[in-house]
């Protein structure tokens, strides 16, 4: 799965690098034809203010040629009768290759000598000529605003870096960021703009690009996250699932085998024949029963627990009676553990209308809880029972280890057990906490943890009377 999503990361790597260099090749070509277009707006209005002058029947008119038997360009210059020209004309050969290949990006031409030219005409005297340092100067500052004024016109804030120099034929290998260039024939000077700091303007272009890569790969890693924690939650709830089997058998085998015992007792200790014993040894068996009952009906509600519990029977119930009779059914167990239980009823008598079971479930589950947490050596749990204002109070206090605030807000949650390690000295599953929270929230009561680490933990419940 990781392994899909590294190379889904390489193709969209892979894909943003070629439309970031598609990008750049657009812009370079954008920017050179704006440039040629410069190049051709200063041809052309030079050729036009030579041509359509007055007196630009008698001008020069200059005619490109090329030798067939020779790689150069001749150009022939028709000059005016009144020029010292042999024979009406002059002819000049450049060193020019026919099998150069131009591209759009780049052109030739010969606005020096139009430039020369035209001053000749204004001078009246070929002889007056202007330099040729001085006519690179005017071509390069007339080239470069036009060029600006290009730029502007397209929308492109692009910055850029003008080159002029002398084209010795010798040009370097490296013009990965030239635009345009143009290369003046009779002065050899050329001239070149290269894109500098583009990045900016190309990741702009670029933008819907990124920004559904962006998306895509969003959407894929939750996608694979989510799968992730799907399968790490399963595995989560299989160990779960394993360890619940295996502590509700234990659960579930403790009240069998304390009925078994008492059973047992009167059957082979003579006990039916002594009415104490026989009272006991049968509230014993029927105190085990209920907690068997409540057991099983514990697992059908929090195995339910998402959907709505099963209509409630509200009936009148002496709330100490119950409590002090869920004591009871824990003497064995509180017996063999050392543990003391102490009911302390402030207000007497206690009556609340509610469903036996879900009142005794909430009352179980907490002491059970308490017994389970508390401290081994000389355990001590107190259930305070109260009234106030319309409200019956149900407190369980124990002398155990107590709870870190950390794990405070996840007690009342289902399956869930404060981490100890490797080392398993409580028996339990996690459902008593959950089912107690659900009871009281289906009551309209409120429950309320306070706990301390080596304080112990107090268990408050409220409900409507």
């Known amino acids: 799965m990781w392994l899909s999503l590294f190379f889904l990361c390489v193709f ?17 070509k954008e920017v050179g034809y704006l440039f040629i277009n410069a190049v051709k707006n200063i041809e052309g209005g030079l050729l036009n203010r030579l041509v359509f002058r007055p007196d630009s029947t008698d001008h020069i008119i200059v005619r490109h040629l090329f030798d067939s038997n020779d790689s150069t360009q001749t150009l022939d210059f028709i000059g005016k009768s009144s020029m010292p ?20 990006q780049e052109t030739e031409g010969m606005i020096s000598m139009i430039v020369q030219m035209d001053q000749d005409s204004l001078s009246g005297d070929s002889l007056v000529r202007i330099r040729p340092m001085e006519a690179s100067s005017k071509i390069a500052t007339e080239l470069r605003n036009r060029f600006e004024l290009n730029l502007q016109a397209a929308g492109l ?26 290369f003046d024939i009779a002065s050899g000077e050329r001239y070149e703009v290269a894109l500098s700091q583009y990045r900016g303007l190309v990741l ?4 819907p690009e990124i920004i559904l890569a962006g ?10 996250y989510s799968m992730a924690r799907t399968i ?22 403790t009240p069998i085998s304390t009925v078994g015992v008492a059973l047992e007792a009167l059957q082979d200790f003579d006990a039916i024949q002594d009415s104490r014993k026989r009272e006991e040894y049968l509230n014993i068996s029927k105190n085990e029963l209920n907690r068997l009952s409540l057991l099983v009906d514990r697992v059908l509600s929090v195995s339910g627990i998402d959907k709505a519990l099963p209509p409630a029977h509200p009936e009148r119930i002496d709330l100490a009676a119950l409590v002090n009779s869920i004591a009871d059914s ?10 003391t239980i102490d009911v302390h009823i402030k207000d007497d008598p206690l009556v609340l209308h509610a469903d036996r079971q879900w009142v005794a479930g909430i009352v179980y589950n907490l002491m059970d809880n308490a017994i389970k947490y508390g401290n081994k050596d000389g355990g001590r749990v107190d259930v305070f029972l109260t009234r106030e204002a319309g409200q019956i109070g149900i407190r369980v206090k124990d002398n155990g280890p107590g709870i870190g605030r950390e794990y405070q807000s ?17 028996k339990g599953h996690g459902l008593g906490l959950a089912y107690v929270r659900r009871v009281v929230k289906e009551m309209g009561g409120k429950i309320n943890l306070e706990s301390e680490a080596g304080k112990g933990a107090v268990f408050t419940v409220s409900l409507p009377s």
């Open 12 to 28: 969209l790597g892979v894909y943003l690098k070629k439309s970031y260099q598609a990008e750049k090749e657009a812009l370079q």
């Open 85 to 104: 020209l042999p024979e009406g004309k002059t002819r000049i050969k450049i060193a020019v290759s026919k099998e150069k290949q131009v591209s759009l």
């Open 157 to 182: 804030p692009v910055k850029y870096t003008f080159t002029q120099f002398r084209d010795t034929g010798n040009l370097q290998d490296d013009k990965k960021d030239i635009a345009g260039s143009y």
């Open 204 to 207: 702009k272009k670029m933008a």
């Open 215 to 224: 998306l895509l790969l969003l959407c894929l890693g939750l996608a694979f």
């Open 232 to 253: 790490k939650r399963e595995k989560q709830l299989l160990a779960i699932k394993s360890d619940f089997i295996q502590n509700m058998t234990h659960e579930l085998k």
């Open 330 to 339: 824990f003497r064995v167990q509180t017996e063999k553990q050392n543990i």
């Open 410 to 426: 996840r007690v009342f949650d289902r399956f869930y057990r404060i981490p100890q390690g490797n080392v398993h000295t409580v």
